[in-house]
């Protein structure tokens, strides 16, 4: 079965850094294109970053345009979040967003989540 498992979270000072990662199985990961999303408290769920199937094309917020770096490995099965110059409203559970095309359809997979908090 399809699953996507992040890891990296944690809490960091302003002006650190943290790399997210994202292992995802059970479907053809080097042909799926792959995102992540933030939720911060009281807030909706926003893109943060998304990168076509062969890594070459990626978006950013406007928010995170220049601090953040998103990036894949096909040959490990893993999209990173790398984050730099964090700031108190990075703080937000980091979601990985599959769009894998499976049984002739299109489906969206979430993975479970993971934490980072910015604060001092």
């Known amino acids: 079965q399809v699953q996507l498992v992040e890891s990296g979270g944690g809490l960091v000072q302003p002006g650190g850094s943290l790399r997210l990662s994202c292992a995802a199985s059970?479907?053809?990961?080097?042909?799926?294109?792959m995102a992540w999303y933030r939720q911060a408290p009281g807030k909706e769920r926003e893109l943060v970053a998304d990168?076509?199937?062969?890594?070459?094309?990626?978006n950013y917020a406007d928010s995170v345009r220049g601090r953040f770096t998103v990036s894949r490995d096909n040959a490990k099965n893993t999209v990173y979040l790398q984050m730099n110059s964090l700031k108190p409203e990075d703080t937000a559970v980091y979601y990985c967003?599959?769009?894998?095309?499976?049984?002739?359809?299109?489906?969206?997979?979430w993975g479970q989540g993971t934490q980072v908090t910015v604060s001092s």
């Open positions: 059970g479907f053809m990961f080097s042909t799926t294109y």
């Open positions: 967003w599959a769009r894998v095309f499976i049984n002739l359809s299109i489906q969206i997979y």
């Open positions: 990168i076509s199937r062969s890594g070459v094309a990626t």
